[in-house]
């Protein structure tokens, strides 16, 4: 929770300098004061290169880790409440079922899983989207409510065992430094147990 809260603050104090230098930019160019506008160009894209370095190298460099079955992946806004868990799977001809348990220990406000993104990703490096991509958990998940529902993946037969990676893709975390990255968190996985 203190990594998300850490990576939304220096998001939006990272947005609100580079807003403040293209002003300084602007101001300069509008003075007629080339040099003013010339270094806070510079600065503010130094700024903005420092920064997509840093989220980069936030998800290069976080550790890859797997989580046995039944421990929680949280997914934090301002706080943690959304919570995911593998607590089984099965395997049919071609198929790979996993149970999710979906989870908000929230005390009013409903959390919306739809927007998480699942893979399964075989030991040969195979990443599986789910059959039916997009339509898992689709209803809003009221405050303090769990959800369980069963994703097929069509598996190819040489990528046991499997893990479930579970991402929020979209904007900010794609732009947050540190563990709250996108691709930081990527590189924990679920088990699913075979």
Avoid at 96 to 105: F, M, Q, Y
């Amino acid at each position: 929770m203190l990594a998300h809260f850490l990576g939304v603050l220096a998001l939006i104090g990272s947005a609100l300098l580079v807003v403040f230098g293209l002003g300084i930019t602007v101001f300069g160019l509008a003075r007629g004061d080339r040099r003013v506008a010339r270094r806070a160009a510079l600065g503010t894209s130094g700024l903005v290169i420092v920064y997509l370095l840093g989220v980069a190298l936030s998800g290069a460099l976080a550790p890859r880790r797997g989580l046995p079955i039944g421990e929680e992946l949280s997914f934090c806004g301002f706080d943690c409440h959304l919570h995911v868990s593998v607590v089984g799977s099965e395997s049919e001809e071609d198929l790979v079922g996993v149970i999710v348990k979906i989870r908000s220990d929230a005390q009013r406000e409903a959390e919306f899983p739809r927007f998480l993104q699942f893979r399964l990703l075989g030991a040969d490096g195979t990443v599986l989207v789910p059959l039916r991509d997009g339509q898992w958990f689709t209803e809003p998940l009221d405050a303090g409510q769990e959800k369980v529902e069963k994703l097929y993946f069509k598996r190819p037969t040489e990528a046991f065992p499997y893990s479930l990676r579970v991402i929020y893709p979209d904007l900010p975390e794609a732009l947050l430094l540190g563990p709250a990255n996108s691709r930081a968190v990527g590189k924990t996985t679920l088990s699913i147990g075979q």
